[in-house]
């Protein structure tokens, strides 16, 4: 969902709103070349936004550690790994409020209808307080991811209803 990202930041700018430099991590997918040239041809933004769709794991690993949070702003998700992933490196997430991503813990993420620029863009905004950002960051650093040995014993204990 580049769309909403980029119309987020175009928001932001219409109302004096200064946002950080944005990431897009990634291969490039099916049919965003349009927005994606949107992206890279608009004054307003493209200074803000940068692309990069081959990033190897050395430099995700740096980007994640250097970042202040991420943004996931899918419309759907089977499984919100990206979203879990960030969390287990210790940065919270302002993600889409649908589908596996309700099941994260809000005290992880701050949630946004993907849909909604002026939602992604409150989310946005609110992680970027200090207090906020400082909030969720520690939250992060008490996640523990479960194992898949962990995820087979909770499977496990479910069938045999325990």
């Not at 909403?4 to 965003?32: F, N, W």
């Not at 919100?80 to 993420?109: H, M």
């Amino acid at each position: 969902n580049h769309t909403l990202i980029y119309y987020t930041y175009k928001l932001a700018a219409s109302r004096g709103i200064s946002l950080p430099k944005l990431l897009i991590i990634g291969r490039v997918g099916h049919d965003t070349s349009q927005i994606i040239k949107f992206i890279k041809e608009d004054p307003e933004v493209n200074h803000l936004i940068k692309i990069c769709d081959y990033v190897v794991d050395d430099e995700l690993n740096w980007l994640y550690k250097n970042c202040k949070f991420t943004i996931f702003s899918s419309f759907y998700e089977g499984n919100g790994i990206t979203v879990i992933e960030s969390i287990a490196r210790g940065k919270p997430a302002v993600c889409s409020s649908n589908s596996s991503l309700n099941e994260i813990s809000d005290r992880f993420v701050i949630r946004f209808n993907p849909a909604s620029t002026d939602e992604c863009l409150t989310a946005i905004t609110e992680m970027l307080k200090p207090t906020t950002l400082k909030k969720y960051t520690k939250n992060t650093q008490e996640y523990s991811p479960l194992s898949w040995d962990g995820s087979f014993q909770q499977v496990l204990n479910i069938l045999k209803g325990k």
